[in-house]
């Protein structure tokens, strides 16, 4: 399994989301370039960036800094965000991004989406699912930065993009996210369960190393996490199996 740090860019600032409240802001850095260069030396491979203010109203404010981060070689991005049209993701793609990340406009314009994996390919894509769990424990899907709440479940929605040739899906527990309260291993469990031919990345409530070993035994093929990195809860050393390219003790 592999850990992707996160990046969330909110007007050119890394910052944090407590359950995806906009009003629940943490900035980390006014230089998110010092948080790329961070997560470099603890031996990450891949990083997850995140434009919210593509999220939240389709604006690609951050645009500028994500095309430069995609100009470090030594760094693989998947890049997710207001990414609401194919000319989008093509552009994004070009500009030396491995893998685009689509969230709301899978869940409200599927076969839109997967008209796009006939000119995209579709190990280039990562479905973003986010979900708030119903009164009966169903995953039930989030749109427009998790603002809204769609009528769609998780399950329905990941059968129609295994069809169609989908490799990669981000699920998100949104009640988790930025709680470091520990992630929905149920959920994830439960997912690999159900679709084991899919690499699932897990991503909401990492808080401990336990947290990164329990989620390899789910079986998920990566785990997204921002603010336990940022905020130093897991050393290096225990970071360590899980970074591909961490070959010797870094500094925190």
């Not at 790329?36 to 990083?47: S, T, V």
């Not at 390919?121 to 039930?140: C, E, F, K, T, W």
Request: proline share 4%; aromatic share 6%; glycine share 8%.
């Amino acid at each position: 399994m592999e850990l992707i740090p996160a990046i969330d860019l909110k007007d050119g600032r890394c910052v944090r989301l407590f359950k995806g409240d906009f009003a629940a802001e943490t900035v980390y850095s006014n230089d998110p370039a010092e948080i790329l260069a961070r997560y470099r030396a603890f031996g990450a491979r891949r990083i997850h960036v995140v434009d919210l203010d593509g999220a939240k109203d389709g604006t690609q404010a951050n645009r500028d800094v994500i095309v430069k981060f995609a100009g470090d070689c030594s760094l693989k991005l998947q890049v997710g965000g207001g990414l609401r049209s194919l000319e989008r993701v093509k552009a994004l793609l070009d500009a030396g991004v491995e893998r685009a990340v689509i969230g709301s406009v899978a869940i409200n314009s599927p076969d839109v989406v997967i008209s796009w994996l006939s000119e995209v390919d579709p190990a280039r894509i990562v479905l973003a699912l986010d979900v708030r769990l119903d009164d009966s424990g169903l995953p039930m899907l989030t749109t427009h930065g998790w603002q809204q709440t769609s009528s769609v479940n998780l399950w329905s929605l990941v059968e129609r993009f295994v069809r169609s040739g989908i490799a990669h899906v981000l699920c998100t527990d949104v009640a988790r996210d930025g709680a470091l309260t520990g992630p929905n291993f149920e959920l994830y469990a439960d997912a690999v369960r159900r679709f084991p031919e899919l690499q699932w990345q897990a991503s909401g409530g990492v808080a401990t190393a336990h947290d990164l070993h329990a989620l390899r035994e789910c079986g998920v093929a990566a785990v997204i996490s921002g603010k336990a990195l940022l905020e130093n809860k897991i050393s290096s050393e225990e970071l360590r199996p899980f970074l591909p390219n961490a070959s010797s003790p870094v500094s925190m």
